[in-house]
């Protein structure tokens, strides 16, 4: 059976981006095939995919693309930050909710039910006092809604509890971050973060937890740009490759 996801290109020669939505064939040659494209007037930075891909990019423009079956993708502008500020990360909260990260000290939640800007700012000194830092991934955690993670270009991964703005709470370091629901944890308290699956510049992807000692899944000579966990099967992940290339695997 055919599995799905969907892509994020940019050609530096021609300075063009496009969103593809891309089927692979798991067989013993796995193929991967291009179902639909749609170009992007601008570079695309992260991707969230539900029903609809929420896209932000590094001019400050938001944009929903909804897939439509029979018509390809579909794009629809939420907020344009007119090149003042720039987006690198994104992440559904709810079906109306979602937090972007970017260049700065902070998240901005927002809900599509009213418009506008952004709804709340989570701000806090998680950048140990450096004057430049970007947030380069989000994630929000499945049952705990209010939960969420952020990576960073200073080296923290730190988690956030959407109902008090103002207080990070700091972990260790990274450039994506996604819970991580396969690897079985002993936590019960609500107040500790549970089970983390980062990916660095280093070409190392593995789990952390509060509290306990890293656990490294994958080692590649390159950066591993990013990554996404199969919510039906989590224990196959796919990622992104410096090299441009794309490494799919299966945890046992």
């Known amino acids: 059976m055919n599995r799905f996801f969907t892509a994020a290109f940019y050609d530096p020669d021609y300075e063009s981006s496009s969103l593809e939505i891309q089927s692979l064939d798991p067989n013993s040659n796995p193929l991967v ?5 749609w170009t992007s007037p601008s570079r695309v930075s992260p991707l969230e ?4 891909i929420r896209r932000v990019c590094d001019d400050g423009r938001v944009n929903v693309v909804t897939v439509v079956n029979g018509e390809g993708l579909r794009y629809r502008r939420v907020f344009d930050g007119n090149g003042l500020l720039g987006y690198r990360a994104v992440k559904w909260a709810s079906s109306s909710e979602f937090v972007t990260g970017g260049y700065g000290f902070g998240l901005q939640l927002w809900d599509q039910r009213k418009g506008g800007e952004a709804v709340s700012q989570l701000k806090g000194n998680w950048f140990q006092g450096k004057t430049f830092a970007v947030v380069h991934s989000i994630d929000i955690h499945p049952s705990r809604k209010h939960t969420c993670i952020a990576g960073g270009s200073s080296g923290t991964v730190f988690a956030w509890d959407l109902r008090w703005p103002k207080q990070p709470i ?3 370091g990274v450039w994506e971050v996604q819970y991580d629901s396969d690897t079985k944890s002993n936590i019960s308290s609500s107040s500790r973060i549970l089970p983390v699956m980062t990916c660095s510049e280093d070409g190392i992807l593995g789990v952390i937890e509060q509290g306990e000692e890293p656990i490294e899944l994958l080692a590649e000579p390159c950066a591993i740009n990013s990554f996404d966990i199969d919510r039906q ?8 490759l410096e090299w441009e290339s794309i490494a799919i695997f299966s945890r046992p």
Not at 33 to 37: F, M
Not at 49 to 52: A, D, E, F, P, R
């Open 33 to 37: 095939e291009s179902l639909s494209s």
């Open 49 to 52: 995919t539900t029903g609809k």
């Open 170 to 172: 700091v972990l260790s």
């Open 233 to 240: 099967n989590p224990q196959d992940v796919i990622c992104s």
